[in-house]
């Protein structure tokens, strides 16, 4: 028998601190998320293992809960308040968005897998957490009608940041994506609104799984 609530202290401990993560209330909220709650049977004894969970279904296309370190540093850099509404693209099965839920007024999950999506939002219901909204979508629309966001995270690695997105951030937001290509280390970047300019800065090397809606399209090369 797993002693869950001993593992995911051990996951803080050895996981989240170890990466520079030093923020109280992220601590606080890795600490009382219980991740077990969103991997199937199968994976629960391993659901604290420093690495990404697949919580799709067979003959689906993958989705993946992020490792918890890299996690627990982008949403450090989101800087989130008790106030903020935030954007969760891609959060699968919805452990991001719990743990986002306990650090803002309210958090929108979309995701593309209609099936994980619904899974989501009973795991969220069941743990308390009605200060969430779960939409079935493509991700490269984000959700338009819940804007403007205070914060935007993206749940994987992205190329391409598209206007459709920026655009329903709020003046003064933050968003938070690691920006690389073709599954090699990224860089974990904020970006900001001041009026109507958006512009980001990178913060620091990290490897997460693509996001393939935010791919750069192919060009023809001669």
Avoid: W
């Avoid at 003959?59 to 809960?65: D, H, I, N, T, V």
């Avoid at 743990?99 to 999950?109: D, E, F, K, M, S």
């Avoid at 937001?173 to 001041?194: C, E, H, P």
């Amino acid at each position: 028998m797993v002693d869950y609530a001993k593992a995911r202290a051990t996951m803080v401990d050895c996981q989240v601190r170890t990466v520079d993560v030093t923020e109280y209330p992220v601590l606080d909220a890795f600490a009382a998320v219980p991740r077990e709650e969103f991997v199937p049977d199968a994976l629960k004894p391993l659901a604290y293992i420093d690495e990404d969970l697949l919580v799709s279904a067979p003959g689906s296309a993958p989705r993946y809960l992020m490792e918890p370190g890299p996690l627990a540093r982008l949403v450090q850099l989101a800087q989130i308040m008790p106030t903020d509404r935030v954007l969760d693209l891609g959060p699968a099965s919805g452990y991001s968005t719990a743990i986002l839920a306990t650090l803002a007024a309210h958090v929108t999950g979309v995701d593309p897998d209609a099936a994980l999506a619904e899974t989501a939002r009973a795991t969220l219901a069941r743990l308390g957490h009605d200060n969430v909204t779960i939409v079935a979508g493509p991700l490269a629309a984000g959700h338009a009608a819940g804007a403007p966001y205070d914060v935007i995270l993206f749940e994987g690695a992205i190329e391409l940041l598209p206007d459709v997105i920026s655009d329903q951030l709020a003046d003064g937001g933050r968003i938070v994506a690691v920006v690389g290509a073709n599954g090699l280390a990224g860089k974990a970047t904020i970006f900001t609104r001041s009026g109507r300019t958006v512009s980001g800065r990178p913060a620091f090397n990290t490897h997460v799984r693509p996001l393939p809606e935010f791919a750069r399209p192919k060009a023809f090369v001669f």
